[in-house]
């Protein structure tokens, strides 16, 4: 939430009564602290959204504020909403490379030498605020395999078997298409969407990564 973003508030607030302002997590970037502080010179006329959402999670996140938005939700109420549904989505990434987690120091070149060595596919995990690992993989085919029984457990332990599924890749759309389609038969789903991961995720990983997400499904009758 930038300078840039600030003046871009107050000319929209010209023409519009309020605004709903969803940033990337608190957890992953310092962007959410920023706009909090900025959006206290605006009257509670921008309200800023923290609901620890990232990449394809953060897309769905607009989609349900549009939806709410449709059902004369105010600003402050599409926060609150957004705000309860934090823990709703799951994110599963499946990397390609250690080289960039060594630059960014979150491991030591030592680990990521003998990683590269063995070969080694870590499968990371986004839930709520923090980037964790979740497994290690020797081979692609073994981590997808991986992430699809994480997402799988999670769509039925979790989400009530009702979920929005979700493809994300960095730089490796030919794979990401592919896992769409083997996605589309176990989990009985035409409607995958797929993107890139947002930079501030992919410069953390590299390219060649792989991904697979869900939201659960918001009822927006009952809310």
Known sequence: YTAMESQLSTALLKEYEEIVHIPMSSGLSGSCQSAWMLARDYNDKVQVVDNQR???????ADLDAIELKKRNKTAEEIKDILERDTMNSSIYIMMDTLKYLKKGG?????AAALGTLLRIKPVLQIQGEKLDSFAKARTSSQGKTLMINAMKNDESNRFNNNIHLMVAHSHNLEAANAFRDELKDIFECNNIYISELSLSVACHIGPGALAIACCEKMDYDNI
């Open 106 to 110: 979150r491991i030591t070149p030592s």
């Open 54 to 60: 990232i990449s394809v999670t953060l897309r769905q």
